[in-house]
């Protein structure tokens, strides 16, 4: 198998918590993994890990077949993991510009920052990707004063800037209106079209069932089953997920 | 390096940006330093009206060039410990432990140079310890400068056995005129520091990767975080900026006066903060200028001196700093709820 990511028994615990036991993940080439499971179940810290942002108690961590030991948030994105995370990861304050190139500014290798070029890189975004035609919103435009979708274009165009190769989207949905997340789901599918992998996390069955190739559920910290989309129907998947809820297995 | 993203958008038309929504946008930018400048040219109309003589005269500038850099100089670079989101109560002490070093290195070794530069070593590692504590432990910077502001002024006083030490030595040095010696018999040179202060925390703050850090880190650490910023290594040299700093304008002002007080810093502390807060950095972290601090440096600095000059006594200074700080800091709390 050509897997761009692969986990191989990831524990981690905080405390007396086991948030993760023993999981195995890997996402192929091209493929969109849906994860799927409750709250607290552990999406979000097996996504942290892949991330670079929490260190695994226990397991490896393979990218294009390379085994990864020194994965911090920095070295992810070298490798071409882009994240949009729950929270959104913005910084409110700062302007627009700031919030795109967060963490990984252009500038010389002084450390100087090039601040004509990230202005004019952003505009672009904007306009393009974005979708922000409206002249109320400039690259010196404060986050704050964006709407919730607004808020969460600029978490997913910066993702998307950085060439990346494996997407991760973290409950993308969350807050967005009807016709906001419609074009969410398109832009997942662009990435599937532009030859990339993603992985996306989200509540809602119905999301991830329409643009995943697979499913992944997690349960209180194991992988408690995975499908193939087009091998279940929507149906079964969400009795699945009700009696996963229920008694934690599948069967 | 892009991407899918760019090349399959459209290509839209775009807007002109309106007048209006680019003076918003100014506004917004700006606003706050306007602002602080307008307090200040209120203020000194208010003086020259009061005292015309007094401050229509070269000898008054003078006087404020020469004494405003003490506070000045680490009230710049406190200004990036406060956008970072963090606190620091210790600088004063650190003025004085740079000068222990200083007194030190130069009745061991008899080198100016070697003293000047141990002085701002100490100063400097003084200050990444406060940063030290605040990352490695978790301690809220403001309990742990408490801590260290007791600790070190109670190290310079056990080292001292709180005598003071003459500097008449330094006079006539390369560093004495460097630091404290006057432009053309008039422009202290404390002032020009202050200005190379300012425009390198300038540069830091807006032009290097170092300061939008500092930005990103006082703003929303988990986000920073997540993207991947150095939040911890961020604030470890912020502190250490200020130590920097201090031990600088402790040397400074010691020098001016040619004698080093144990004492040094003690009457620092508020009006240095004052100076950061009244220049519209915000307490809660990420937001703050240079421009700002700058400005109400001079606003601090000068208030004493009019206060006295336009006929109130020197029982006055206090309610009218207290007064000028509450009146700008509310004014800007409201102007930050408008222009957002």
């Known amino acids: 198998m050509d897997y761009i990511l692969e986990m191989r028994n990831i524990s981690k615990s905080f405390g007396d918590v086991h948030a993760l036991r023993d999981v195995d993940f890997a996402v192929e080439r091209n493929e969109v993994v849906g994860l799927l499971g409750d709250n607290g179940a552990g999406k979000s810290t097996l996504i942290k890990i892949v991330t670079g942002y929490y260190h695994p108690d226990s397991g490896e961590v393979y990218f294009n077949g390379k085994e990864v030991t020194d994965l911090s948030v920095a070295n992810a994105r070298k490798l071409g993991i882009e994240t949009v995370y729950q929270e959104r990861a913005l910084a409110v304050q700062q302007s627009l510009w700031r919030n795109i190139f967060m963490g990984r500014e252009l500038g010389n290798r002084y450390g100087f920052l090039d601040v004509n070029g990230m202005k004019t890189k952003t505009e672009k975004l904007m306009l393009g990707s974005m979708g922000f035609t409206s002249s109320a919103v400039a690259p010196e435009s404060v986050v704050e004063t964006f709407s919730g979708g607004e808020k969460q274009g600029v978490a997913i165009v910066r993702a998307l800037y950085f060439d990346a190769e494996l997407i991760i989207l973290d409950e993308p949905t969350m807050g967005l209106s009807l016709s906001e997340t419609r074009k969410l789901l398109n832009f997942v599918q662009d990435i599937k079209k532009a030859g990339k992998s993603a992985i996306f996390i989200d509540h809602n069955v119905f999301h991830v069932y329409s643009v995943a190739d697979r499913v992944v559920v997690i349960d209180r910290g194991r992988v408690a089953g995975e499908f193939m989309t087009e091998d279940i129907t929507l149906d079964e998947l969400m009795n ?12 | ?39 200040f040219l209120v203020i000194w109309s208010i003086f020259i009206i009061g005292a015309p003589k007094t401050f229509l005269s070269r000898e008054i500038y003078a006087a404020f060039m020469s004494t405003i850099p003490f506070f000045a100089i680490m009230a710049l670079p406190l200004t990036m410990v406060v956008i970072a989101g963090e606190m620091d109560l210790s600088f004063g002490s650190i003025m004085a432990v740079g000068m222990l070093m200083f007194v030190g290195v130069f009745q061991l070794t008899g ?7 141990f002085c701002l070593v100490a100063g400097f590692l003084a200050g990444l310890l406060n940063g030290a504590i605040v990352v490695l432990f978790g301690i809220p910077s403001l309990v742990a400068t408490i801590g260290t502001q007791f600790f070190w002024r109670g190290v310079v006083l056990v080292v ?14 390369f560093l004495h005129s460097g630091t404290v010696g006057r432009i053309a018999g008039y422009v202290p040179s404390q002032m020009i520091w202050t200005i190379v202060v300012a425009i390198l925390v300038w540069v830091l703050l807006n032009r290097h990767r170092f300061g939008a850090h500092v930005y990103l880190t006082g703003d929303n650490e988990d986000s920073a975080r997540l993207m991947g910023v150095n939040v911890d290594r961020t604030r ?30 003690e009457g620092y502390l508020l009006r240095t903060l004052a100076a950061v807060f009244l220049g519209g950095t915000s307490v809660f972290g990420g937001t703050g200028t240079v421009f700002g601090t700058f400005i109400a440096c001079f606003i601090i600095g ?8 336009i ?30």
């Open chain 1, 240 to 251: 699945k997920m009700y009696q996963v809820a229920q008694t934690g297995h599948m069967d």
């Open chain 2, 1 to 39: 390096m892009t991407s899918q993203v760019e090349e399959k958008a459209p290509k839209p038309i775009p807007q002109k940006r309106s007048f209006r929504r680019s003076l918003t946008i100014f506004a917004r930018r700006y606003g706050m330093q306007i602002g602080i400048f307008f307090v």
């Open chain 2, 111 to 117: 080198s100016v140079a070697l003293a000047a530069v």
């Open chain 2, 160 to 173: 001292t056995g709180a005598k003071p030490a003459s500097l008449v030595p330094i006079k006539g040095t």
């Open chain 2, 236 to 265: 470890m040299l912020v502190f250490a900026l200020v130590g920097l700093a201090a031990a600088f304008a402790g040397l400074v002002a010691s020098l001016e006066v040619n004698y080093f007080w144990v004492t040094l810093g």
């Open chain 2, 302 to 309: 000068t208030i004493e001196a009019g206060v006295v000059a």
């Open chain 2, 311 to 340: 006929g109130l006594t020197g029982f006055w200074t206090q309610l009218i700093y207290g007064l000028i700080i509450v009146v700008s800091v509310a004014m800007q709390a409201i102007l930050r709820k408008r222009l957002a």
